[in-house]
């Protein structure tokens, strides 16, 4: 069927208060929301078809609306008409600029219906709600694996394909997401963004300010399945279970000898030190 056609076959009038056709509203038959014009109703009606009316000249995607396409444009120009008063940073969309402008006022308008907790910008909400309905709409070609962000499987393929993209340019470490090299950076700036509230102590990464607010609260949520005895960190818990599975994966290079803990083969290596 011919677009205008399958359009035409959703548009019907709304009905006045004595049961007659009205011209005041349009209806959609697909949802039943109303409009007051023609063409108001056949922009809405995209939503449902997938018509991309509007296409780019010079790399000829296509779009629904015009104003979709005007802001596409201007990646393609470069210009950014839209300038931040408190920053003066300049961007190309009126509405990149309103959700800029959150970081400045700290307004967090979406808000998540089953715990309250309050976004930003309606991605931030969409993408939290998953942690709710365990949805997981992207899926690795590679072993079916499902992820709730697209962030988070763009990283994961990279452990297919071994690509790591980002280089740090101290030491040339190579890492597959861009939040590894920024976590491993500190490591050359000595930045420590996160502070202990009790001691003031730094930490460059938020799992380690986690991890040390244990020693504080006196929290021990990983458990021993074998003896039921709780550690601090997860570290701990897989090196306690090795005194249940006799597992001893560190190895001497010199005389072979294993051991289970990896602070006894240091302090063994020692030993060949001082015989020598």
């Not at 402008?101 to 700290?106: D, E």
């Not at 490591?187 to 102590?201: A, L, R, W």
């Not at 601090?232 to 290079?253: F, V």
Request: net charge positive; with cysteine.
């Amino acid at each position: 069927m011919h677009m205008a056609t399958m359009i035409g076959s959703h548009l019907t009038q709304g009905e006045g208060g004595d049961g007659h056709g009205s011209p005041r509203t349009l209806k959609c038959s697909f949802c039943d929301k109303e409009f007051l014009c023609k063409r108001k109703l056949n922009r809405h009606l995209r939503t449902h078809t997938g018509e991309r009316p509007y296409q780019c000249g010079e790399c000829g995607r296509r779009f629904s609306y015009l104003s979709a396409l005007k802001n596409h444009i201007r990646t393609h120009t470069g210009e950014r008409p839209y300038s931040c008063e408190e920053c003066n940073l300049q961007l190309s969309r009126l509405d990149d600029l309103r959700r800029h402008m959150r970081t400045h006022t700290g307004e967090k308008p979406h808000r998540c219906e089953e715990c309250s907790r309050q976004f930003s910008t309606s991605s931030e909400l969409k993408m939290h709600i998953r942690t709710h309905t365990g949805e997981k709409p992207y899926t690795c070609d590679h072993c079916n694996r499902g992820f709730s962000q697209l962030a988070h499987l763009e990283t994961h393929i990279l452990t297919h394909t071994g690509a790591k993209p980002y280089r740090c340019e101290e030491c040339s470490r190579q890492f597959r997401a861009l939040g590894n090299l920024k976590t491993h950076m500190r490591i050359h700036t000595g930045e420590k963004p996160y502070t202990c509230d009790h001691c003031n102590k730094g930490f460059s990464q938020l799992a380690h300010l986690k991890t040390h607010m244990r020693t504080h609260t006196g929290e021990t949520p990983y458990r021993c399945d074998e003896c039921s005895k709780q550690f601090t960190t997860l570290t701990h818990l897989k090196s306690h279970m090795r005194t249940h599975t006799g597992e001893k994966p560190y190895r001497c290079d010199v005389c072979s000898q294993q051991f289970s803990q990896l602070s006894n083969l240091k302090r063994h290596t020692r030993t060949h030190t001082v015989n020598r």
